[in-house]
């Protein structure tokens, strides 16, 4: 099993910055992607940003490309979102996942493992 502990969601105005944590525990050698994924009310999960956790490709929804950076610290089993010039739209519960190797990186079917999320909220 794997655990993931979402951190640094909040209350931000629209153009703002946002970082993101969030720290794998237990069996995080079973970890070959970390996925980023948020979800609006009333809208389904959709994938925001992607790495893989022992190698440097990363994986970005266009709708985030240029603004947002994904990054990690496998020293301290935790993977980041560095969120630049939100808008009132991105206002969603964010979502770190988890899961093996030979899946579809942006496909929240193919996680295993879910944070609790975290509340971002994104004022005009």
């Known amino acids: 099993q794997v655990q993931l502990v979402e951190s640094g969601g909040g209350l931000v105005q629209a153009g703002g910055s946002l970082r993101l944590s969030c720290a794998a525990s237990?069996?995080?050698?079973?970890?070959?992607?970390m996925g980023w994924f948020r979800q609006a009310p009333g809208k389904e999960r959709e994938f925001v940003a992607g790495a893989m956790w022992s190698g440097s490709r990363t994986f970005y929804a266009d709708s985030v490309k240029g603004r947002f950076l994904i990054s990690k610290d496998n020293a301290k089993n935790t993977v980041y979102l560095q969120m630049n010039t939100l808008n009132p739209e991105e206002t969603a519960v964010y979502y770190c996942?988890?899961?093996?190797?030979?899946?579809?990186?942006?496909?929240?079917?193919?996680?295993?493992?879910w944070g609790q999320g975290t509340q971002v909220t994104v004022s005009s």
């Open positions: 996942a988890a899961t093996g190797p030979y899946r579809v990186p942006a496909a929240a079917k193919e996680y295993d493992y």
């Open positions: 237990g069996r995080t050698a079973n970890i070959y992607y």
